[in-house]
């Protein structure tokens, strides 16, 4: 964040049901959770802006980008398969937590008392870099599932795959122009290695006319903790020279 605050005015909000905002019991589909992000942009007067999200973020991202086309100049999506166009190598419902936290209750009933037990396994094992998450990190994470409601809020976005898709396959009938970078991890030891490659890519060239893919070397999942400078870099070649970004 501080590197590419020198060159941009960044804002990066908590999504709902995530850190330290609020918790409401529905609205965590893509189109809900985008309005969000754009009523807070539109509060701060931004009316052109660079967008860039990672994991469950990407869903918001690509929704906000969907309904406020003029809005968004440029779209980085970071290492998600979106619902409705999982690539084939998925199967059809995806990794085992994708049906796992999708599960009403249980996943909360589990977890509760061990979330930071279960967010250090999960995230370490999803990393090809582990010690690029730290116990601080974890800290933070486990502090905020815990919170009243913490679990189940951050499940929600999980439970709204299916109104994703359906939202997703709408999309999809009049592909979005914008332009899109989609970039990938490049090694999951947790689930084998290098598997499945670029899915944002592949998921994206179902609902996009303009994207480009690129694998992040070395990185598995947590492509911003991983490779940070890579990243950024990446950022900067494909936003180009302005002063506002969004993620």
């Not at 249980?106 to 094992?125: A, D």
């Amino acid at each position: 964040m501080p590197a590419l605050a020198e060159a941009y005015t960044v804002v990066a909000p908590d999504l709902r049901g995530f850190g330290d905002s609020s918790k409401p019991l529905t609205g965590y589909d893509g189109k809900a959770t985008a309005e969000d992000i754009y009523q807070l942009m539109s509060q701060l007067g931004f009316g052109k802006i660079f967008l860039a999200a990672h994991d469950v973020g990407s869903q918001t991202a690509f929704s906000y980008t969907a309904a406020h086309p003029g809005n968004v100049t440029k779209l980085v999506i970071m290492d998600f398969p979106f619902p409705g166009f999982l690539p084939s190598a998925f199967g059809q419902n995806g990794p085992w937590w994708f049906s796992f936290y999708q599960t009403r209750d249980i996943p909360e009933i589990l977890l509760q008392g061990k979330e930071r037990e279960y967010i250090s396994w999960f995230m370490k094992g999803l990393a090809y870099n582990p010690s690029a998450i730290t116990d601080e990190d974890i800290n933070v994470w486990a502090n905020h599932a815990d919170d009243p409601g913490g679990l189940r809020a951050q499940f929600e976005h999980f439970r709204a795959f299916p109104v994703d898709a359906e939202q997703n396959k709408e999309t999809a009938k009049s592909k979005i122009t914008t332009p899109i970078l989609a970039l990938g991890g490049d090694i999951y030891p947790a689930l084998g290695g290098d598997y499945p490659g670029n899915f944002a890519f592949s998921s994206l060239q179902s609902l996009a006319t303009n994207v480009k893919g690129i694998t992040v070397p070395l990185s598995g999942h947590w492509i911003p903790e991983e490779q940070p400078k890579f990243v950024i870099d990446q950022l900067l070649k494909f936003f180009g020279n302005s002063t506002d970004i969004s993620k």
